[in-house]
């Protein structure tokens, strides 16, 4: 069985890096990126099983993203999870976020990455299964 793909983009290295080390433990294929029209780039050239998504970016933000993503056939069906500090201190769940955006998964910076690799988990077994 070949590993998942997952694309982690974010402008802060850190974060990637953090994510991307947590998630090859766990034998997934992991790439990164930095902004938003590298995530475009990258969903085009090969789609990933989840696409991890901060919202605060340079070129094309994380939102933008989204749209591009959702209002195209071919790339709809791909699992999105956002990964911002944007929200924080906002009066809406991450769940809100969730839904008004139509993503699989919301998560509030700071985050504990084992929760993210429990959720990615979650997110590709569920679609797994349909």
Same mark, same amino acid.
């Given at each position: 069985m070949t590993s998942k793909l997952i694309y982690i983009v974010?402008?802060?290295?850190?974060?990637?890096?953090? *994510?991307?080390?947590?998630?090859?433990?766990? %034998?997934?294929?992991?790439k990164t990126g930095s902004d938003g029209e590298q995530a475009m780039t990258m969903v085009k050239q090969k789609k990933p099983d989840l696409l991890i998504l901060d919202f605060k970016m340079p070129k094309m933000n994380g939102y933008e993203v989204v749209n591009a993503l959702k209002s195209d056939k071919e790339y709809s069906d791909i699992p999105?999870?956002? *990964?911002?500090?944007?929200?924080?201190?906002? %009066?809406?769940?991450d769940e809100d976020w969730?839904?008004?955006?139509?993503?699989?998964?919301f998560i509030t910076k700071p985050f504990d990455p084992l929760v993210v690799v429990e959720r990615v988990k979650h997110i590709l077994e569920k679609n797994k299964t349909g």
């Open positions: 974010d402008d802060e290295k850190e974060v990637s890096e953090l *994510l991307r080390l947590a998630l090859e433990t766990r %034998n997934y294929n992991v999105i999870m956002v *990964l911002t500090i944007i929200t924080q201190g906002s %009066n809406r769940t969730k839904k008004s955006l139509g993503v699989d998964d």
